[in-house]
Nanobody, 121 residues
């Protein structure tokens, strides 16, 4: 019923920038919180940043001042602008969306398939 398609992952050099995108499609009535998580090899998945339907944002301490999350409600899209990349940012980045479907009047949560970000030193 819902698809999340991520793009933008790539190999980057330390100090460089990347922009991730995630588009939600399907039988969507409304989207609440949109977020980015990441999982590095051997580590647990962690929240990177989130943006609420009202535009409030929250960031992991490790990315504050370097990453910016934003959303385009008309396009059901969330972005993650990543600047001043560090090797420790290397991970698979996952989009996560909390939404309400057209035919199911309750909140549902969906994950994207993940996109690889690799930062070389």
């Amino acid at each position: 019923q819902v698809q999340l398609v991520e793009s933008g992952g790539a190999l980057a050099q330390a100090g460089g920038s990347l922009r991730l995108s995630c588009v939600a499609s399907g039988s969507i009535f409304s989207i609440n919180t949109m977020a980015w998580y990441r999982q590095a090899p051997g580590k647990q998945r962690e929240l990177v940043a989130l943006v609420t339907s009202g535009g409030s944002t929250n960031y992991a301490d490790s990315v504050k001042g370097r990453f910016t999350i934003s959303r385009d409600n008309a396009k059901n899209t969330v972005y993650l602008q990543m600047n001043s990349l560090k090797p420790e940012d290397t991970a698979v980045y996952y989009c996560n969306v909390d939404l309400i479907l057209l035919n199911i009047p309750r909140r549902s949560n969906y994950w994207g398939q993940g996109t690889q970000v690799t930062v070389s030193s």
